[in-house]
């Protein structure tokens, strides 16, 4: 058993002790639809005196099933988010054929009788089993069968007969639509990682930068600089973060470059969240780097207006 952000981590189908309400669905980008499954599960928990337990993929599934798509969040950062909206924790599978064979019923049996689950919670659109037979009617059946409590929520939709969807988000994060993002999120979009060494030139211009790696199995985010709250060590400081490559310095390595306002100190090694609140521009070219400097000083100018000033 590994503890992760604070979640105990266990895979699938590995024995546990401890009573919990589980939550069933990929929760990708864990948009407001999947908190709400959390949070009728966390209501349960509570009054049975359980835990919040809930499955999600290590991995990225659409690579597996052979589709031309990535996961908005890591593993990583969806451990990381629903360790803040209350999960304790999670059971996890690796996305691979073997996985995607599992039938329906077998894959709900498994995980019934690996764990000591008092209340099951999915979403209306849950499927699940091998080419997705399992539904949430069948779900409904086989908790049922075992006299285990099944919650099915509702989708929650943006507007009449429209359901908030990864898809509609997935849109969004290519385009760098931020504020659309964020409506159908209940916290902001962000990148999780641990700051690396990078080229040292901010430092030559008066604005040192957090760098971390854009992961290999994330969505990208759409290029462009951004107005971000950067968390160190549990404190949110203001921030513009440049999101692609930097072609003033000839770097095409496409990474997460914060310059957070305000902060002195050595970040190297630290994990890190970037939070994105709004887009101010695309990324530009500038064949002297002075240029650059001041085109800085106006976004971090501009972030400050955005973000309201002061630390949050």
Request: a negative charge; one cysteine or more; glycine letters at 10%.
């Amino acid at each position: 058993m590994n503890r992760l952000f604070g979640c105990d981590v266990f895979a699938w189908d590995e024995r546990t002790t401890e009573r919990v309400v589980l939550c069933l669905g990929f929760f990708d980008c864990l948009h407001k639809g999947h908190v709400k499954v959390i949070g009728r599960a966390r209501d349960a928990a509570k009054s049975m005196g359980a835990k919040v337990a809930a499955f999600t993929f290590d991995g990225d599934p659409h690579a597996a099933l052979g589709r031309c798509r990535k996961p908005v969040f890591t593993f990583e950062e969806r451990v990381y988010r629903m360790s803040y909206f209350g999960v304790d924790e999670i059971f996890c599978a690796v996305p691979n054929g073997e996985f995607f064979a599992i039938d329906a019923r077998d894959f709900v049996q498994r995980l019934f009788d690996a764990h000591n689950i008092a209340a099951v919670v999915a979403g209306s659109d849950y499927t699940f089993g091998a080419g997705a037979e399992g539904s949430a009617d069948m779900l409904v059946k086989i908790c049922r069968e075992r006299g285990i409590a099944c919650e099915i929520c509702d989708m929650l939709e943006y507007a009449p007969g429209k359901k908030i969807a990864s898809r509609e988000i997935e849109r969004a994060v290519a385009v760098g639509n931020i504020a659309k993002i964020n409506e159908w999120l209940p916290k902001p979009y962000f990148v999780l990682g641990e700051v690396v060494h990078g080229r040292g030139d901010g430092k030559k211009f008066g604005f040192p930068t957090a760098n971390i790696p854009f992961p290999q199995d994330k969505l990208r985010l759409a290029a462009g600089v951004y107005a971000t709250y950067v968390t160190i060590d549990g404190r949110a400081y203001h921030a513009v973060t440049n999101v692609g490559t930097h072609p003033t310095f000839g770097d095409d390595s496409y990474n997460v470059e914060s310059l957070v306002i305000g902060w002195e100190g050595d970040l190297y090694g630290k994990t890190i969240e970037v939070a994105f609140e709004a887009r101010l521009r695309d990324i530009i070219h500038f064949d002297d780097p002075s240029a650059l400097k001041a085109q800085i000083d106006r976004d971090a100018a501009q972030a400050l207006d955005l973000l309201g000033g002061g630390d949050k």
